[in-house]
């Protein structure tokens, strides 16, 4: 069973920076598609950023050269670095993964997610 399991959530102050991991257990394959989404209370879950095997990236509007996603597709694990951060960056970061290239129609694997606080 694939198991996604993030680490680096917690409070922080605006300005000041983050760095999310997620590590992938349980599976005998690689994973192509991994990345990060988050969903902020009463709002819709959104692309943070994602990246595939090839190195390949896409990141969501909103990022503005904030985050940036790096990933270790040796060991099935990705890292989401955020400088900057603002206030409206709190939300639940969710990390999730394909096994194919894929990620447009969604995602097959997902962490339990690991929530961000940023304080004014």
């Known amino acids: 069973q694939v198991q996604l399991v993030e680490s680096g959530g917690g409070l922080v102050q605006a300005e000041g920076s983050l760095r999310l991991s997620c590590a992938a257990s349980g599976i005998m394959f690689s994973l192509n598609a991994m990345g990060w989404y988050r969903q902020a209370p009463g709002k819709q879950r959104e692309l943070v950023a994602v990246m595939t095997s090839d190195g390949s990236t896409d990141y969501g509007d909103f990022v503005k050269g904030r985050f940036t996603i790096s990933r270790d597709s040796t060991k099935n694990s990705v890292t989401l670095q955020v400088i900057r951060l603002k206030p409206e960056d709190t939300a639940v970061y969710y990390c999730?993964?394909?096994?194919?290239?894929?990620?447009?129609?969604?995602?097959?694997?997902w962490g339990k997610g690991t929530l961000v606080t940023v304080s004014s």
């Open positions: 999730a993964a394909n096994r194919g290239s894929d990620y447009v129609r969604g995602m097959s694997y």
